[in-house]
């Protein structure tokens, strides 16, 4: 069955184009690397909660915007190679297409698909 990256992140409300530019950019090298599908999702509803939220998970702003992406990869081993590929790859790099946003608060996870109907 597939693989799941999942990635939540704070991204600065008035950055949602440069935002936008930075994830198409960034899906064609994901792809390259053997991604399958990239979704990325502007918060449009998610509210602040008491004890867990996505806006607290990422100690998103008053003036950010939660974005909720994920990467479905063919299984774990091309994640892994995908991932070791994209990270190496120089058109992620800082100085080629940095991320409009901080990235020390995204989060990030593998997942196996259980069901998916």
């Not at 693989?3 to 935002?19: C, H, M, Q, R, S």
């Not at 602040?48 to 939660?66: L, Q, R």
């Amino acid at each position: 069955m597939e693989y799941v990256e999942g990635l939540v992140a704070a991204v600065p409300t008035i950055n949602k184009d440069e935002f936008i530019k930075h994830a198409k950019e960034a899906a064609a090298v994901f792809k390259e690397h053997g991604a399958i599908r990239i979704v990325e999702c502007w918060g449009d509803d998610v509210p602040t909660g008491e004890i867990t939220s996505f806006p607290m998970a990422v100690k998103c702003n008053d003036d950010e915007t939660v974005v909720f992406s994920w990467i479905v990869w063919p299984s774990r081993e091309v994640r892994n190679a995908g991932m070791e590929g994209v990270m190496n790859d120089s058109r992620m790099s800082s100085e080629s297409n940095p991320m409009p946003f901080d990235g020390t608060r995204l989060i990030y996870g593998g997942f196996q698909m259980i069901v998916d109907e």
